[in-house]
T-cell receptor, first 114, second 113 residues
Framework: AQTVTQSQPEMSVQEAETVTLSCTYD???????LFWYKQPPSRQMILVIR??????QNATENRFSVNFQKAAKSFSLKISDSQLGDAAMYFC???????????FGAGTRLTVKP | EADIYQTPRYLVIGTGKKITLECSQT?????MYWYQQDPGMELHLIHY???????EKGDLSSESTVSRIRTEHFPLTLESARPSHTSQYLC????????????FGSGTRLTVV
């Protein structure tokens, strides 16, 4: 079974600085999808960014970008120009293209300091 | 705006009571899920459904049950609530297959006293 590992339970960043959240996964498949979700305190979990494994180009959504290293099975999230509203739990997730279930990491709690 | 709705948002209930947590989505998604999550902690899949009349247990053993009589509705029921059931319950839905993420509801925070 696929596993997703987020090795940083907590991270902290100064407002306007850049932070990178790490995620690794274990799979024997070649076709899959990767996601980062954001869960603000007491608010709905939302999708931040997604990456399709067959695409070499790293996904970008405004201040959020990923560094996808397929061979290393690594999928990190970079948040540029951090804002107070970025403070949240961030979950990395893997979705198989064949089995079609989603596996979540344990999450990283991001604190943004003013 | 959320296209998946969970009610109630908060619930405090006594031990032994029967409760039903509601989840409805308006996106026509085939797949729906229930996760249990202690605040700020990881997600645990407790039930999922691939469509009407399809329900499966997830990775985490749960005393709850679910039903899927209509595509848009996926309620979760606890026949006899216990303090150990105190947690947050998240409902999610998804299209089947493809690079689609899950859409999550706002959650129900359940406290059993």
């Amino acid at each position: 079974a696929q596993t997703v590992t987020q090795s940083q339970p907590e991270m902290s960043v100064q407002e306007a600085e850049t932070v990178t959240l790490s995620c690794t996964y274990d799979t024997s498949e070649s076709d899959y999808y990767l996601f980062w979700y954001k869960q603000p305190p007491s608010r709905q979990m939302i999708l931040v960014i997604r990456q399709e494994a067959y695409k070499q180009q790293n996904a970008t959504e405004n201040r959020f970008s990923v560094n996808f290293q397929k061979a290393a099975k690594s999928f990190s999230l970079k948040i540029s120009d951090s804002q107070l509203g970025d403070a949240a739990m961030y979950f990395c997730a893997y979705r198989s293209a064949t089995v079609d279930d989603m596996r979540f990491g344990a999450g990283t709690r991001l604190t943004v300091k003013p | 705006e959320a296209d998946i709705y969970q009610t109630p948002r908060y619930l405090v209930i006594g031990t032994g009571k029967k409760i039903t947590l509601e989840c409805s989505q308006t996106m026509g998604h085939d797949k729906m899920y229930w996760y249990q999550q202690d605040p700020g902690m990881e997600l645990h899949l407790i039930h999922y459904s691939y469509g009407v009349n399809s329900t499966e247990k997830g990775d985490l053993s749960s005393e709850s049950t679910v039903s899927r009589i209509r595509t848009e509705h996926f309620p979760l029921t606890l026949e006899s609530a216990r303090p150990s059931h105190t947690s947050q319950y998240l409902c999610a839905s998804s299209k089947y297959g493809g690079p689609y993420g899950y859409t999550f509801g706002s959650g129900t925070r359940l406290t059993v006293v």
